[in-house]
């Protein structure tokens, strides 16, 4: 999540504002994705989240070079 511009927030992701976002995955990522949210004790969101600010982070990087 985005606390302003350049700031990612984790302290607790599901404590700040929440929006419905719908999709699609293969199948294959959805059974590694729920195997990952098992192991480590995390929802499936969660763990989303942090794959998409992961992503955000690395074309932000990209955009300034």
């Known amino acids: ?20 976002y719908n999709t699609t995955l293969r199948t294959d990522l959805a059974r590694k994705l729920r195997i990952l949210a098992a192991e480590t004790d995390k929802r499936q969101n969660q763990l989303l ?10 074309y932000e990087k990209k955009n300034k070079k």
């Open 49 to 58: 989240e942090e794959a998409i600010q992961d992503l955000l982070r690395k």
């Open 1 to 20: 999540m985005l606390k302003n511009s350049r700031e990612f927030v984790t302290e607790n992701p599901m404590a700040t504002e929440r929006k419905s």
